[in-house]
């Protein structure tokens, strides 16, 4: 059964005169699948992966379509069945581990809440899935890590120490929102590695929201390439990377894997495939 339907799912910025966000968006994600939700800034990325974790902001509105988990359409179930899923069935590893963590708490009370509140673990059976965790996401040192406050540690410590919590909930899917932006480039192929082994050992499926078409071919099984909130291109990561249809696709490929920064050196995407791109798309200016 295939786990994740989004089934043209459209939504407007009330912030922003009610301009659409995400045009009949579909895509599916089949049980340990890793899907890359590709896009540039703005492409409506995090507002898919928003509306699947149930965190829209107030001033996005959907407008129609479907979110089926299993069968569940998670856009009309009512509040209490949604915070059972979220965190548990579906759990996310953010962008900014700074952030994301509680400065004010050690390690392991944020490692073990989920696992007592949503997995219903005693104390000291929480505590031994959470070094377990630490160990599988190669801590060396759990016990010393469980007992540390956040600042204690490294950009990527703290990326594997999130990395531990979404997957000690057993979820059947993570998402995961550009989780390696805020790292350097080392620490990044590291967690990229990491994200995909404990995805595999775990057979969970991912959404793996990326500016990064590096990170696609490296990671990700299919892929989901957005423009202004409409789906232009997806397949089999190999597929449509060796034989993209849209000329849009084509030029993100020869911009190379950073085509978001300019600045790297590389070709940019041709203005003709933007106006192609708006005349298909009907937008007036960009
Ligand atoms: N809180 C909000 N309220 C209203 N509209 C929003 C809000 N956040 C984003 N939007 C609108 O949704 C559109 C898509 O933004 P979204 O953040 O989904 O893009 P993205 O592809 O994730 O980009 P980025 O890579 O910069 O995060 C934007 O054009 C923005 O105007």
């Known amino acids: 059964m295939t ?146 406050y956040p600042h204690e540690l490294s950009g990527g410590m703290r990326q594997r120490v999130l990395i531990a919590a979404a997957f000690a909930m057993r979820p059947k899917l993570v998402v995961a929102d550009e989780p390696t932006t805020a790292l350097d480039v080392t620490v990044q192929k590291q967690i990229l590695r990491l994200i995909r082994q404990m995805q595999k050992a775990h057979g969970t499926a991912v959404l793996f929201v990326t500016h990064d078409l590096g990170v696609v071919a490296q990671i990700c099984d299919s892929v989901t390439l957005l423009y202004a909130g409409r789906v232009i291109e997806q397949g089999r990561t190999t597929d449509v990377l060796t034989n993209p249809r849209h000329a849009y696709t084509r030029a993100l490929i020869a911009a190379g894997p950073r085509y978001d920064r300019p600045d790297a050196g590389l070709e940019p995407v041709p203005d003709a495939v933007f106006a192609q791109l708006r005349a298909e798309i009907g937008e007036v200016s960009r």
């Open 3 to 148: 786990l994740l339907t989004i089934d043209a799912l459209s939504a407007v910025s009330l912030r922003d005169d009610n301009r659409p966000v995400l045009s009949d968006v579909s895509l599916t994600l089949e049980p340990g699948e890793v899907r890359g939700l590709v896009g540039e800034s703005g492409a409506g990325k995090s507002t898919i992966a928003k509306a699947l974790l149930a965190m829209l902001p107030a001033t996005v509105k959907v407008t129609g379509g479907h979110i089926r988990f299993e069968g569940r359409d998670l856009l009309a179930l009512p509040g209490r069945a949604l915070r059972e899923i979220m965190g548990n069935e579906i759990t996310l590893i953010p962008q900014d581990p700074q952030t994301a963590l509680n400065p004010g708490r050690r390690i392991e009370a944020q490692l073990t809440d989920g696992l007592r509140l949503k997995r219903g673990l005693s104390g000291s059976e929480a505590r031994k899935v959470a070094l377990a965790m630490l160990e599988e996401v190669y801590i060396r040192d759990p016990e010393r890590v469980m007992r540390a």
